[in-house]
Nanobody, 115 residues
Framework: VQLVESGGGLVQPGGSLRLSCAASGFTFSSYYMNWVRQAPGKGLEWVSHISSGGGSTYYADSVKGRFTISRDNTKNTLNLQMNSLKPEDTALYYC?????????WGQGTQVSVSS
């Protein structure tokens, strides 16, 4: 199993970024997938998850209305479109496999929101 995130970077407040997670080594379309983040000096925060078929999505209150999770099961890719970014969104963003338990994680991609 391998999960590889990409798309992070430095953006100004109010800006946008699109994160991607390339999955391999398992049947991607059979699993719920998540985005989880960790801000500097803080614990892990679940951001969003999406059902195996993509029909159901859920968001943390802190990102609801600004972030959109999606997946392409034909390309084994998970995405997170992040709009109206705030400094408090600065974190290392991970994709993680699973529903109640996250058994595989990527290495993370850094998102920094600063003017």
């Amino acid at each position: 199993v391998q999960l590889v995130e990409s798309g992070g970077g430095l953006v100004q407040p109010g800006g946008s970024l699109r994160l991607s997670c390339a999955a391999s080594g398992f049947t991607f379309s059979s699993y719920y997938m998540n985005w989880v983040r960790q801000a500097p000096g803080k614990g892990l925060e679940w951001v969003s998850h999406i059902s195996s078929g993509g029909g159901s999505t859920y968001y943390a209150d802190s990102v609801k209305g600004r972030f959109t999770i999606s997946r392409d099961n034909t390309k084994n890719t998970l995405n997170l479109q992040m709009n109206s970014l705030k400094p408090e969104d600065t974190a290392l963003y991970y994709c993680a496999r699973g529903y109640a338990e996250w058994d595989y994680w990527g290495q993370g991609t850094q998102v920094s929101v600063s003017s």
